[in-house]
């Protein structure tokens, strides 16, 4: 037996819920994270333009640098996507990459901090 969204939500109220409450969360990070509306063309399309300088097109190359400024601040995009989970009730736990994979008694806390 198939069932449409409508019949599903109205079987299940709470679950439909539930995930129009993930969509809409998903719309709210997307809208954070793109704000321009879209990822980078060149990102989009995979394309590979190594050795493009300012001197190229510099303000073409300096509009495409802004609008990709979380690549730049990766520390500010993490803490950006980790708020936006908080505010939404989710619980959130960030491990540095060095931290996975065992004990090591020589890795300290970094307070945190961004820009």
Known sequence: MRHNCRNWSQEDP??????????????????????????????ETNEFNLGSTLEDKPIENLLT?????????????????ARKFLE????????????VGGYDPDIEPIAPMTL
């Open 88 to 99: 939404y009730g989710a619980a959130a736990w960030i491990l540095r990459t060095n931290q």
């Open 14 to 43: 709470a679950q439909a819920a539930q995930f129009a409450e993930v969509l809409r969360f998903g719309r709210v990070l997307k809208q954070t994270l793109q704000p321009f509306g879209k990822p980078r063309a060149d990102w």
């Open 65 to 81: 640098g802004i609008s990709s400024w979380r690549t730049l601040l990766p520390r500010k995009a993490s803490d950006t996507v």
